[in-house]
């Protein structure tokens, strides 16, 4: 049986064993705890870096916007010269054909009044 197959073997009780152990689970209660937190600043610091890195995109994206902002107050200030230009243009080329226009007119009736 089982108690006859141990019936040599000697045992402790616990509360014998721990006097003999206490420095060296205290050793690795310690290492444990110092390792609890290392992982605890890490865990920390990763957070902290994540807001970093959460702000910094929302920065980059608020520089984008007010780039593009700029740029395309730029192209529409850039459009309104090109279309006053344009404008200027045709009203000189038109003021320039209404008075050739005029002028052929006159020049119509003087020889229709010459018939």
């Not at 209660?29 to 937190?37: G, H």
């Amino acid at each position: 049986t089982i108690s006859q197959r141990h019936q040599n073997h000697k045992y402790k009780l616990v509360t014998e064993c721990y006097p003999d152990h206490h420095q060296e689970i205290e050793a690795n209660l310690t290492k444990v705890k110092t390792k609890i937190a290392e992982v605890n600043t890490a865990v920390t610091n990763l957070i902290t870096r994540e807001r970093e890195v959460t702000e910094q995109g929302e920065d980059v994206k608020k520089q984008i916007h007010t780039q593009s902002q700029l740029i395309i107050n730029l192209v529409q200030q850039s459009e309104r010269q090109l279309v006053q230009q344009v404008d200027t243009a045709v009203q000189q080329k038109i003021q320039l054909l209404t008075k050739q226009k005029e002028e052929a007119e006159t020049v119509l009736k003087q020889l229709k009044g010459r018939e």
